[in-house]
T-cell receptor, first 111, second 112 residues
Framework: GEDVEQSLFLSVREGDSSVINCTYTDSSSTYLYWYKQEPGAGLQLLTY?????DMKQDQRLTVLLNKKDKHLSLRIADTQTGDSAIYFC???????????FGTGTRLLVSP | ETGVTQSPTHLIKTRGQQVTLRCSSQ?????VSWYQQALGQGPQFIFQYYREEENGRGNFPPRFSGLQFPNYSSELNVNALELDDSALYLC???????????FGPGTRLTVL
């Protein structure tokens, strides 16, 4: 079956790095995504990684994928107060187009 | 380039009523997916439309139905509303069945 798990909460200080972790169960996952959701808003696509890659960097964001352990992480460098939000990991399997989401990690950045 | 838009922003209904939510896909996108996000949860897939046909469905009862129009905009209809239908309904569009999904701002539905 498909399941995506994330830790519920992360608190960091402004300027530190944040690392948000995600595990998934579907070994046929093709793409894995990170979305950001601010209060009362929809989902904003941050970045994604194809399953045959192990790392992707995009400005302050670094995604690491360990396909053997089915573990995905999102590192945000120099975290700012504007990064405070809920971050969702999502995976898409090979046979279907739907996204399966985790329950989200709430990131709180304090000054 | 216009992003994904949804209407209305908020809606309040009572149990047993019916509701229609609307979504306009991003320019150039022909695929629309709908998700339900209950409070404190991640979004759950409802169904997807591709070229006006339902292309897949999640674990939702038949009272959840949809349409896609020739201009690729879409509607989500929910009949016989229940209290548990209270949620944020998100629409996402993509330029193909397997392409990246871009989300709209959502419609907040409250069922009393």
């Amino acid at each position: 079956g498909e399941d995506v798990e994330q830790s519920l909460f992360l608190s960091v200080r402004e300027g530190d790095s944040s690392v948000i972790n995600c595990t998934y169960t579907d070994s046929s996952s093709t793409y894995l995504y990170w979305y950001k959701q601010e209060p009362g808003a929809g989902l904003q696509l941050l970045t994604y990684i194809f399953s045959n890659m192990d790392m992707k960097q995009d400005q302050r964001l670094t995604v690491l994928l360990n396909k053997k352990d089915k573990h995905l992480s999102l590192r945000i460098a120099d975290t700012q107060t504007g990064d405070s939000a809920i971050y969702f990991c999502a995976e898409r399997g090979a046979s279907f187009q739907k996204l399966v989401f985790g329950t989200g990690t709430r990131l709180l950045v304090s000054p | 380039e216009t992003g994904v838009t949804q209407s209305p922003t908020h809606l309040i209904k009572t149990r047993g009523q019916q509701v229609t939510l609307r979504c306009s896909s991003q320019s150039g996108h022909n695929t629309v997916s709908w998700y339900q996000q209950a409070l404190g949860q991640g979004p759950q897939f409802i169904f997807q439309y591709y070229r006006e046909e339902e292309n897949g469905r999640g674990n939702f009862p038949p009272r959840f139905s949809g349409l896609q129009f020739p201009n690729y905009s879409s509607e989500l209809n929910v009949n016989a509303l229940e209290l548990d239908d209270s949620a944020l309904y998100l629409c996402a569009s993509s330029s193909g069945l397997t392409d990246t999904q871009y989300f709209g701002p959502g419609t907040r539905l409250t069922v009393l």
